[in-house]
């Protein structure tokens, strides 16, 4: 019998008509698409593990997952084939063999997601369901201004979702930044990891502080409540992008970020 061979494969989604990463039992979801195209050119079961499980709604434009087959097959046979029966929405971007050690989860070393808004009166019609909106005006001089408390270590329970099944609350975020592109605002955000909503809730944070609902150090204030219900409601999925991870260089992972700029 021939030796398993562990894959690596770069991929990218809109996140709009899935219900998340993550197979269900009766929703379509992104990780079961994947996987019903792998299979197929595998012509056996494949399964996969992903870096991250983004939520419904939330789009990748780069997710790395990883799998182990005994069928010989070469890197061209995994994306120009797997595309063949993957959606429109789905993208695989490149495959490459990796070593046992490889995780695509447990490897990884950090993790980077952007989230893209839209601030106006009028609903985004071009890229709907691709950036968040608010009909609030922001002001990004203040956003720049509180989005800095969130920089190292801290106890994230207030922007963490009830279902989160995370062993701690404590992340530390390396970098947070909002930028003006495109007519939209820009966050982008490194950590070591992510809670379950953790972008989301600190978005919808922000926004309130943006539009002056709330003060500028409201989000240290929250970060020291350790307190949910405290906070702004879950901002919504649609402008969330998992962007990267990074990975020590041993593993030759070709991509560790891509912009998902629109």
Known sequence: MAQSQRWALGLEYLGS?????????DQPSV????ETALSNIATEPVSVIAAG???TGVHASLQIVHFDTRVDRDATAWVRGGNQFLPRDVSIRWATPVSEDFHARFAAVSRRYVYLLSSRAQRPGLHSKRVGWTHWPLDIHRINAAISALVGEHDFTSFRASECQAKSPIKSIYSATVREQNGLLRFDFHAN????????????AL???GANKQPLDWLETLLA?????QA?????PDGLYLAGMEYDARFQIPEQFVDPCL
Request: proline content about 2%; overall charge neutral; some cysteine.
């Open 17 to 25: 008509e899935y219900c998340g990463w993550q197979r269900q039992s």
């Open 31 to 34: 990780q079961e698409e994947l």
């Open 53 to 55: 499980r983004t939520d």
């Open 193 to 204: 990891a992510f809670l379950h909503h953790m972008i989301r809730n600190i978005v919808g």
């Open 207 to 209: 926004v309130y502080v």
């Open 225 to 229: 409540l350790r307190d949910r219900t």
């Open 232 to 236: 702004a409601p879950t901002f919504s």
